[in-house]
């Protein structure tokens, strides 16, 4: 058995709680979903249990990325919490090869999480784990278990210890009230970053999770702010005049790309977030905005219409003159890079149409996602498998290969849009 | 009586519709033009010899909002008589100042319909400085499509939406 120290620190402050908890339904699932059973994990205390369940929130992740069909509970013929108890003769007659099994129990002021995957056919563990960690991290230990064990199966990284941003819209006109938040990739807890009268735009993480660039209204002009997330501090890096938008990170975290108009249209400009100095990049009348930074920090893609409707195109931070990429529809736009760099997601319109498309910068192969039309604000997941992206009012996610489909809902009353995935939690 | 009344209400309302909101296809000259930096584009063509013929007045013009063409920026014809007499009530009231809010439909992206609204507010910015307001007077603000005017999802709603509010609230 391996051992793995967490030291989780307080990496999410608790604020108020969020009015909206998103609920999310898997609305197309990959044939031949591989069939896991995944045993309630014993809670080994007299103590009440915690609130949280560790194994229903795996069972509940494997779920939802569509690759994965856990075993119902009532279908499991045993329940067994400790590897002696394994009977792997009657697991052999289920229909599954996978059997995770595990335990919580308290150990100081928080919990020890073990948990072993076995694979039935052989008789043979596959992973064990057992996590000591603090009783606020309980969820993301449950998460950080889906990661490995969706790695372990697929051989590919999980994205299941990881967050997202989004906004939120409540009421018109003078009610109206918008509110930046975060929430766990379950949706589950949630929380209020930001809340304002004016509309909140583009937030943005930053590589090391731990703060938020995003445009604000506020005080009837445009601004970018840059928030320590576990603090709650802000800082105003950009209120030139006119237009502050599309703030990007670079990532070594070290500077911003962003889009003002202060020159007299939108250009795309670096901003040093140490000596904040700011570097223009770009000379054109025409409209650029959307920069994205390749993961290798060498090269931006952004929005241009200087070709007459929006196109993206890409530049080289040394210079030299922006290349057009996208040549698939009317209209390309909200482009970011996939985090092996081979792929760009982005809003693509055609027809009237506004879908989440897919360039493959290899082969030049435009790929399109999804079949609403009123699409936009796509965002990989980190490891880049997932898009999340907003559609009417909710949120909605797509596998890379279109096999699995979600649909994020809020609770009742707000419209969410422009969600952001956040790097993998450290 | 009142019947006809009603009747020509409605007529007159119709036909304030059709001259606003006219249906036209996307001008590929038009799209081109916008790219190529275009706010002064549409200040060339017509007369502009109706700001000067109107009376200067205390009064701000009650007509407050300027529409646009999809994904252009330019000042429409039918627009300019809007911006002509806001352009006589600052030339007559030279403390007032203005704040010119641009906005987009919902259609694509948030961050490009930021930019498109604000190029909107400069392009009704750069007309009332021909007029000779100073821009100095005139702030812009773009509220992308941010604040729609119309809720709907179709052409009707699009072309309400695609607008530059006139607000003078700043001033005392």
Redesign the interface.
């Known amino acids: 058995m391996r051992h793995i120290l967490f030291s989780l620190l307080g990496w999410l402050m608790l604020t108020a709680p969020a009015q909206a908890i998103l609920t999310i339904d898997i609305t197309q699932g990959v044939e031949g979903a591989l069939p896991i059973a995944i045993v309630p994990f014993a809670w080994q205390a007299t103590s009440a249990p915690p609130a949280d369940s560790v194994s229903e929130i795996v069972s509940n992740d494997l779920a939802r990325s569509g690759r994965f069909a856990p075993l119902p509970t009532q279908s499991l013929p045993q329940q067994p919490t400790e590897i002696g108890q394994i009977d792997f003769n009657t697991w052999r007659t289920v229909d599954s090869r996978y059997l995770v099994i595990g335990g919580v129990q308290p150990a100081g002021g928080g919990y020890v999480v073990r948990f072993q995957l076995f694979d039935v056919l052989r008789g043979e563990q596959i992973i064990g784990y057992s996590l000591p960690v603090e009783s606020s991290a309980l969820r993301r230990t449950a998460h950080r278990i889906s990661d490995l064990i969706y790695e372990a199966l697929t051989g590919e990284p999980g994205a299941f210890d990881s967050r997202i941003a989004y906004i939120t819209a409540q009421g018109r006109g003078k009610s109206a009230v918008y509110r930046l938040q975060i929430a766990d990739t379950d949706g589950a807890g949630g929380k209020t970053i930001v809340t304002s009268k004016e509309p909140l735009l583009s937030p943005t993480w930053s590589p090391d999770g731990a703060r938020l660039a995003y445009v604000s209204l506020e005080g009837k002009r445009s601004a970018i702010y840059v928030q320590d997330i576990a603090s709650g501090q802000r800082s105003q890096v950009a209120a030139w005049p006119g237009l502050n938008g599309a703030p990007a990170w670079s990532p070594d975290g070290s500077r911003l790309a962003l889009s003002l108009s202060k020159d007299g249209n939108s250009e795309i400009y670096l901003l040093n977030l140490g000596n904040r100095n700011l570097q223009r990049l770009t000379q054109n009348p025409a409209i650029d905005t959307e920069p994205s930074w390749a993961p290798d920090g060498q090269s931006l893609v952004f929005t241009s219409d200087r070709g007459g409707q929006p196109q993206i195109y890409r530049m080289g931070l040394g210079g030299g003159t922006p290349q057009r990429l996208t040549y698939s529809g009317s209209y390309n736009a909200s482009a970011s890079f996939s985090p092996d760099a081979s792929k760009l997601v982005m809003l693509n319109g055609n027809g009237g149409a506004y879908r989440i498309a897919v360039l493959d910068l290899v082969t030049n192969q435009t790929t399109v996602l999804t079949n609403t039309s009123m699409d936009e604000s796509p965002s990989f997941a980190p490891n880049g498998s997932m898009v999340i992206y907003a559609v009417g009012r909710d949120l909605a996610a797509v596998s890379v290969d279109g096999r699995v489909r979600q649909r994020l809902a809020v609770e009742a009353g707000a419209e969410v849009r422009e969600p952001a995935w956040s790097p993998r939690n450290r | 009586m009142r019947k006809i009344y009603l009747l020509a209400a409605v007529l007159a309302l119709t036909a304030t519709a059709c001259s606003r909101t006219p249906e036209k296809p996307v001008d590929?000259n038009q799209?081109?033009q916008?790219?190529?930096?275009s706010d002064t584009a549409g200040l060339n063509n017509g007369s502009m010899g109706d700001a000067q013929g109107l009376a200067g007045d205390r009064t701000i013009p009650a007509d407050r909002v300027v529409y646009f063409d999809y994904?252009v920026s330019d000042i429409r014809n039918d627009q300019r008589a809007i911006l002509d007499a806001h352009g006589a009530y600052l030339n007559n009231n030279r403390n007032a100042r203005t704040?010119l809010e641009g906005h987009a439909d919902?259609?694509?992206?948030?961050?490009?319909n930021?930019?498109?609204g604000?190029?909107r507010a400069?392009a009704a910015r750069s007309y009332l400085n021909i007029l000779g307001v100073d821009s100095s007077r005139v702030d812009?603000?773009?509220?992308?499509e941010?604040?729609p005017a119309a809720?709907g999802?179709d052409d009707s709603s699009w072309q309400l939406n695609r607008r530059v509010e006139i607000d003078y609230s700043g001033n005392r």
């Open positions: 590929p799209a081109t916008t790219g190529t930096g994904d704040r919902e259609r694509g992206s948030r961050e490009y930021m930019a498109l604000e190029r400069q812009t603000l773009s509220y992308g941010e604040k809720a999802h």
